[in-house]
């Protein structure tokens, strides 16, 4: 397989980490989605999620407790090949869970079976705990709850118009032990209506430079909802060598489906794209240092949880100028442990703007690949 540093530099920008070009052939186990969060303001802490203990191979779920009458109970609308093993791997996190919402909902097809699209599927949130317990084949009949652990919700931030305004662009140059291999951008288009909602027009664009490296003319293009950043459409087109890859998805939050192509795939209810995501992040208060918050990401059909830990603030100085700035850890987790090749570590400008100044990142094969910034245009 053939990859490039561009499509790499452009997915690190974009705080993805792991789902770009490179990344995507390097047989990280990325199959398992992660559940949809409750909507709920109170986060859970990270510390509970990750003592958790792990499955036991093969162990099957304990009887269902009985939600309390006030127990959070979230309603499906299944889509064209959904099954109830789909439904509990995505929303409770287990797939064999599909047995107790067989027996919840009184559906007669098996859970493995395909539901009739437009079926209302009712999901008692609760469940999760047995996710949590499964480690053992044996389950105390009486379970202690505990928080959610995958994705939780982020207090509400800014309103994007007052972090960043049609017109921002960004260049950075792609280098490669010290050598400048390509150049990327990101830039805010002019506004558009996308599925009835105003949205912004997200655009990142990776070109590389260096003779010895294939010709790379990559593009990402996001629109997302005007005040919550949430995706509305997603267009990625790939030009790598003699690769070539579009990916087109629209995102419908009603139904909480994405459609990629002809597919369509359950959609968490606060994730966002990889572009909208990280503009997203641009807007929501940071935690002290050391401290986690997390962002839902879907990319390639998958709901993915990414814990981002705020490391330290220091000075940083780049063509663009320097600056002060504050140092973020960005990691993808899957299925409750690290999957993620290396550190990147990315530094944001330590003010409201909160703008990319520069990224390191290491590359199987490449070694150390840095994006830096080299120019800023804002519109005040």
């Known amino acids: 397989m053939r990859f490039s540093p561009l499509s790499l530099a452009v997915a690190v920008l974009l705080c993805s980490c792991a789902r770009n070009y490179v990344v995507k052939h390097s047989q990280v186990d990325e199959s398992r989605p992660v559940a949809a ?16 203990a792990a499955p036991a191979p093969g162990a099957a779920p304990a009887a269902a407790p009985a939600p309390a009458p006030d127990s959070d109970i979230m309603e499906y609308t299944t889509v064209q090949g959904d099954t109830l093993e789909r439904i509990a791997a995505a929303h409770l996190g287990w797939s064999k869970l599909g047995l107790h919402l067989k027996e919840w909902n009184k559906r007669p097809e098996g859970i493995r079976d395909p539901l009739p699209a437009g079926a209302r599927i009712l999901i008692p949130l609760r469940f999760k705990v047995l996710a949590g317990a499964r480690a053992s084949a044996t389950v105390a009949s009486e379970l202690r709850p505990v928080k959610p652990p995958l994705v939780r919700r982020i207090a509400r931030g800014r309103l994007p118009s007052d972090v960043f305004k049609v017109g921002e ?8 032990h010290g050598i400048t ?3 990327a951008n990101l830039a805010l288009a002019p506004m558009e209506t996308v599925g009835g909602s105003r949205c912004w ?10 003779v010895f490296f294939f010709k790379v003319e990559d593009s990402i293009e996001s629109y997302c909802t005007e005040d919550d950043l949430l995706p509305a459409r997603f267009e990625k087109h790939l030009r790598e060598g003699r690769y070539k890859k579009d990916l087109v998805a629209t995102f419908d939050r009603a139904r909480h ?3 990629w192509g002809q597919l369509d795939v359950p959609l968490a209810a606060d994730c966002r794209d990889l572009l909208g995501a990280f503009y997203y992040f641009r807007t929501i208060p940071l935690p002290a240092a050391g401290n986690e918050t997390d962002v839902c990401i879907h990319t390639d059909k998958t709901n993915y949880p990414m814990a981002i830990t705020v490391l330290r603030r220091e000075s940083v100085k780049v063509p663009a100028g320097e600056f002060k700035t504050v140092l973020i850890r960005p990691r993808l987790k899957f299925e409750g442990l690290w999957r993620q090749r290396g550190d990147v570590l990315i530094w944001l400008t330590d003010d ?24 800023v245009e804002r519109v005040q």
Do not use: Y
Request: aromatic content about 4%; charged content about 25%.
């Open 37 to 52: 969060e409750p909507e709920s303001s109170a986060p859970s802490e990270a510390s509970e999620a990750e003592d958790r």
């Open 169 to 176: 662009a960004l260049s950075f140059d792609v280098k490669w």
């Open 181 to 183: 291999a390509g150049r």
């Open 201 to 210: 027009h997200i655009i990142a664009r990776a070109r590389s430079r260096l």
């Open 257 to 259: 489906a994405a459609t």
């Open 352 to 375: 409201a703007a909160r703008v990319p100044v520069l990224v390191q990142s290491k590359v199987h094969l490449l070694g150390s690949v840095d994006v830096v910034l080299t120019r």
